[in-house]
């Protein structure tokens, strides 16, 4: 394809590195992760990371620990307060557990949530808000986390799509009390499939070490804060202590992704130059309402909205994409509400959803890649040039 929507960013040490593992016949769960998840830990600044097998692991995991915190858990029945605009894996856990959602608008330009209504989302019921940076760029996550600790409520952190971005000097994905990342294929960093749960509460994460694994106490260090250690015979090895999951990593993908993370910093600059192109080529044009930046974006890949006030129909525009050998897709799976999952859930919204249908309605990516792409992002601008006439 002349302009992929994602692409490897593997080269032999990624290989070389599952080949180590292979021939070291140790496979599943054990020192490469806990090596990838201390330095995931110490590359953004922050206490504890724990490897999983998705980043929708990592979000079941994370909501699961939340329901098992010693102090003021979630409870069945409790309201979170959820952008309209995000993966459906952001949402399924929260409904799994039993919570309701408050649905509120994204912004049309960050595709962020639109914070200046999160006092209007707020009700006696609200315990915790989901903050999603929408593909690499920053929400208002310290709005979200001030409103947080102003009213008593978790933050939840799903940073599977925002690696690498910032705000104000501090890392997405560590505003939270709890926070995840995704290293699926096509993401800033792959380890094939796999994600993390990373924070700051020792509870938290020794919480998420037991339910990502059996709800087994095998992988909690000693001295734990969540369980009561008792003298080591048959039994203990044994312990289960709460209703978990099996969704350990492989050993391979701890061992890639030590590899992968060495890259990031290099890769996240080549995806900053492509998206300095595609903003100087779209900015300021009306026709197309491109992602504007807020903090630093790590610029997973470039979102176009058709302007609504256009008459031309986003068919015409994807019509042409094809043609033209370039890759496109819905931005971030567009408004939940839209989806056929929604049925399963107890949910209402804040106000009316415009800018996420519109996003949904209008919207496409075209992907970004740690290479340089100004041959693709100049044809882009062209065959878009064509597709929408100005004053169309
Ligand atoms: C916001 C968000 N949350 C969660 C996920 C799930 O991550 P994974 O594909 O690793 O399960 C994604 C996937 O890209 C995502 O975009």
Not at 62 to 69: E, G
Not at 289 to 295: D, F, K, L, M, Y
Not at 308 to 325: G, N, W
Request: with cysteine.
């Amino acid at each position: 394809m002349f302009y992929e929507l994602a692409s490897s960013t593997w080269g032999r040490e990624e290989r070389d590195a599952i080949a180590k593992q292979l021939q070291e016949d140790r496979l599943t769960m054990g020192p490469a992760v806990r090596s990838f998840e201390r330095e995931f830990a110490a590359k953004f600044g922050v206490a504890h990371a724990a490897m999983c097998n998705s980043g929708s692991s990592a979000n079941l995991v994370a909501v699961a620990s939340l329901f098992h915190v010693k102090d003021r858990p979630l409870q069945r029945g409790d309201e979170v307060i959820v952008p309209a605009l995000s993966w459906a894996t952001t949402y399924h856990p929260l409904q799994q557990y039993g919570l309701r959602l408050r649905f509120v608008d994204i912004e049309l330009d960050t595709l962020n949530i639109d914070v200046t209504q999160l006092e209007a989302a707020l009700t006696p019921r609200t315990r915790m808000v989901v903050a999603v940076s929408i593909l690499g760029n920053p929400a208002a996550l310290d709005v979200l986390r001030a409103f947080c600790d102003r009213h008593g409520l978790y933050l939840f952190e799903d940073n599977c799509e925002s690696m690498g971005a910032s705000l104000g000097g501090k890392p997405c994905g560590t505003f939270g009390h709890i926070n995840t990342f995704s290293t699926f294929y096509s993401h800033h960093m792959s380890t094939m499939e796999g994600g993390l749960i990373v924070s700051d509460s020792e509870e938290l994460d020794h919480l998420a070490r037991a339910i990502r694994n059996h709800g087994w106490t095998r992988d909690v260090p000693s001295g734990s804060p969540i369980y009561e250690a008792r003298p080591a015979d048959m039994a203990e090895l044994y312990r289960f202590i709460l209703p978990g999951y099996n969704v350990r990593p492989l050993e391979m993908c701890g061992a890639v992704g030590s590899v992968q993370l060495r890259k990031l910093d290099a890769s996240i600059a080549a995806r900053r130059r492509n998206a300095e192109r595609f903003v100087r080529l779209f900015a300021g044009d009306a026709r197309f309402i491109i992602q504007r930046e807020h903090g630093v974006s790590s610029w997973f890949c470039f979102t176009i909205i058709l302007n609504p006030e256009l008459t031309v129909e986003r068919k015409q525009v994807t019509d042409a994409l094809v043609r033209a050998d370039i890759g496109f897709r819905m931005i971030t799976g567009g408004c939940f509400l839209r989806h056929d999952a929604v049925k399963y859930y107890d949910y209402d919204s804040v106000g009316e959803i415009v800018n996420a249908n519109l996003a949904h309605d209008r919207g496409f990516f075209v992907g970004n890649h740690p290479r340089d792409l100004a041959p693709q992002i100049d044809r882009l601008r062209e065959v878009l040039d064509a597709a929408v006439p100005k004053g169309a």
